[in-house]
């Protein structure tokens, strides 16, 4: 303590000024330290009030909701959430909860080969399998006898002795045969009318006559992509071809791009045939084709039908 005393004296008079400048800010800061907290506490109870004031706020805006909403659905069901220190009141929660439906048949008699997919749903049957069973009858598949359900994809055998006894099919000679149908004025709808034939095979066999120019042959008809043999001898003598509708490629005027899109002919065939045009003029008739082996004998006998001049 002596020495700081006498460490004053000996100081010039502007170090004690700064000494004392510097010793009251000391000071200072210990005042703002202790008292400054307890008088600017703040107020809890007003930020209390504001939450309060939110909650009440919005629970006003999901009364108004609730107002416009039916709840005659809804009934008291207990529900209890037990906490170390909190137990909640019973709250009110739906009644009747949509749930999915459950397909359950109804006593009615449907036929298989002509019911449409309401039908079929409403009797039980899932979705997935009444689409399978229409696809079926539209790439010419028919049900002859209740068993051949069984043939479906997903059908369930215990479903099927549930609607077993709805089951009647129609006597199938009953079913309209179309005779003497011609192959190449005949439309899809002409087309499905022949037993066996639905209406994913009618869209095809329309679709590969318009390729081919016109149907010059009954046997043309098996060319028809996954086409059955057994429906094709079954209903080969209620058809019959009108060569005079066929249309025909001119070969001194098609391009190689027009003969291609032939399916008889491949894009190295048309090559060959436009490149010899080329080299040796116009076409006097289509044997050349062959005599000059510009095309194979087997791929002659197949389009020489649809070429002029023939």
């Not at 080969?113 to 049957?125: E, I, K, P, Q, R």
Request: net charge positive; hydrophobic share 40%.
């Amino acid at each position: 303590m002596k020495r700081f005393i006498s460490a004053i004296f000996t100081m010039t008079k502007s170090q004690r000024n700064g000494a004392v400048v510097l010793l009251l800010l000391v000071l200072a800061l210990m005042v703002f330290r202790f008292f400054i907290p307890r008088l600017f506490k703040p107020d809890y109870s007003r930020y209390s009030e504001e939450y309060m004031e939110l909650i009440a706020q919005m629970e006003q805006e999901i009364d108004s909701i609730e107002k416009g909403l039916d709840f005659s659905d809804y009934e008291e069901k207990e529900i209890t959430v037990t906490d170390d220190k909190v137990k909640r009141e019973p709250k009110s929660i739906r009644k009747n909860v949509e749930k999915p439906m459950v397909s359950k048949p109804k006593p009615e008699m449907f036929d298989p080969n002509n019911a449409n997919y309401t039908d079929l749903v409403s009797m039980g049957f899932s979705s997935k399998v009444a689409n399978t069973i229409i696809n079926y009858r539209e790439k010419g598949g028919r049900f002859y006898q209740p068993s051949d359900l069984m043939k479906i994809y997903g059908l369930d055998s215990a479903f099927y002795k549930v609607i077993f006894p709805f089951i009647v099919i129609a006597n199938t000679n009953e079913k309209k045969v179309v005779h003497r149908l011609e192959m190449n004025a005949a439309d899809t709808t002409d087309w499905m009318e022949i037993n066996g034939i639905g209406s994913v095979f009618a869209r095809r066999i329309c679709s590969y006559r318009k390729l081919l120019g016109g149907y010059v042959s009954v046997q043309q008809l098996l060319e028809v992509y996954n086409f059955p043999a057994e429906t094709f001898e079954r209903i080969k003598g209620s058809l019959y071809v009108d060569t005079g509708l066929v249309r025909k490629i001119d070969l001194n005027f098609s391009s190689a791009y027009e003969l291609a899109l032939h399916p008889y002919c491949n894009k190295e065939m048309a090559r060959r045939i436009v490149a010899y045009r080329s080299k040796n003029g116009s076409f006097s008739g289509t044997g050349v084709l062959l005599a000059d082996s510009v095309i194979t004998p087997e791929t002659y006998v197949k389009i020489k039908p649809y070429l002029k001049p023939d």
